[in-house]
Nanobody, 122 residues
Framework: QVNVVESGGGLVQAGDSLRLSCAVS????????MGWFRQAPGKEREFVAA????????IYADSVKGRFTISRDKAKNTVYLQMNSLKPEDTAVYYC???????????????WGQGTQVTVSS
């Protein structure tokens, strides 16, 4: 089991940047893949990006490709989501989650954090 704690959310204007952090503790070796998801009001939770601890390989949702970058710092047990050129439609609660298999994908995540609110004003 791992614990994940998100931070870094806030209120920004369209076009601004924001970096989210996900601090991971516990049996990190058993969770080879980390992902970011988001849930906007009245909408289902959606996948944003994922990264492998071992080699930093990544995948992204089409809606954020070219604007968001996921990365990990193994020394700090932290995963980041750098968000650039933010749009009002990026407004959501952003969640970090861990995955117990090494398949880089947008499904089968557990060990969810509490989320951090990102609000982008127009």
């Amino acid at each position: 089991q791992v614990n994940v704690v998100e931070s870094g959310g806030g209120l920004v204007q369209a076009g601004d940047s924001l970096r989210l952090s996900c601090a991971v503790s516990g049996s990190i070796f058993s969770r080879p893949v980390m992902g970011w998801f988001r849930q906007a009001p009245g909408k289902e939770r959606e996948f944003v990006a994922a990264v492998k601890w071992i080699d930093d390989s990544t995948i992204y949702a089409d809606s954020v490709k070219g604007r968001f970058t996921i990365s990990r710092d193994k020394a700090k047990n932290t995963v980041y989501l750098q968000m650039n050129s933010l749009k009002p439609e990026d407004t959501a609660v952003y969640y970090c989650a861990a995955k117990s298999t090494s398949i880089l994908s947008n499904v089968a995540y557990g060990d969810w954090g509490q989320g951090t609110q990102v609000t982008v004003s127009s």
